[in-house]
């Protein structure tokens, strides 16, 4: 039988490390946003890119202020990422905003509701270390 000799690259698995639940700050402790997230494809080597999808289901009934909002006082959704040596993280997009008008404020708020992705992409240099890594990151709203 003939032997071969493979040779594989640096095989690099990316994870979006967060809650799988974030609860609003309120007496009832009730769940408000549910967060997952995927990388594709999930193992690379230097040069490759990765998608990254972080979707947010928002509860019926509830939103939550969008990247952009409306008036200074309100907190922006944000997606952050931990910086990784080797991984070049893209610009993070997030989907258009709704308006809409509360009892609250007299003015349109930029907000979420429903289900949401927010959107990334990690390019793999060719310094990145071997082995597998770990890509951390926070929804906060």
């Known amino acids: 039988m ?4 493979f040779v594989t690259g640096l095989i690099l698995s ?10 609003a700050q ?4 009730v769940k408000i946003v549910t967060v997952t997230a995927k990388a594709a494809p999930d193992s690379l080597i230097p040069g490759s890119t990765a998608n990254i999808e972080i979707t ?3 509860e019926p009934g509830f939103h939550i202020n969008s990247n952009h909002p409306t008036e200074e006082y309100l907190i922006p959704t944000v ?3 931990e ?23 007299e ?12 959107k990334a992409s990690a390019e793999i240099t060719p ?3 071997l082995g597998k890594q770990v890509l951390r990151g926070s929804f906060s709203f």
């Open 2 to 5: 003939k032997s071969k000799l």
């Open 26 to 29: 309120n007496p009832f402790d």
């Open 107 to 118: 003015e349109l708020l930029s907000v979420f509701e429903g289900k949401i992705v927010v």
């Open 83 to 105: 910086p990784i040596d080797g991984v070049n993280l893209g610009e993070i997009k997030y989907p258009p905003a709704k308006e809409a008008k509360f009892s609250f404020s």
């Open 56 to 58: 947010a289901q928002i």
């Open 127 to 129: 310094t990145v270390a």
């Open 14 to 23: 990316l994870f979006f490390i967060i809650g799988a639940s974030l609860y």
């Open 79 to 81: 997606v952050k990422f």
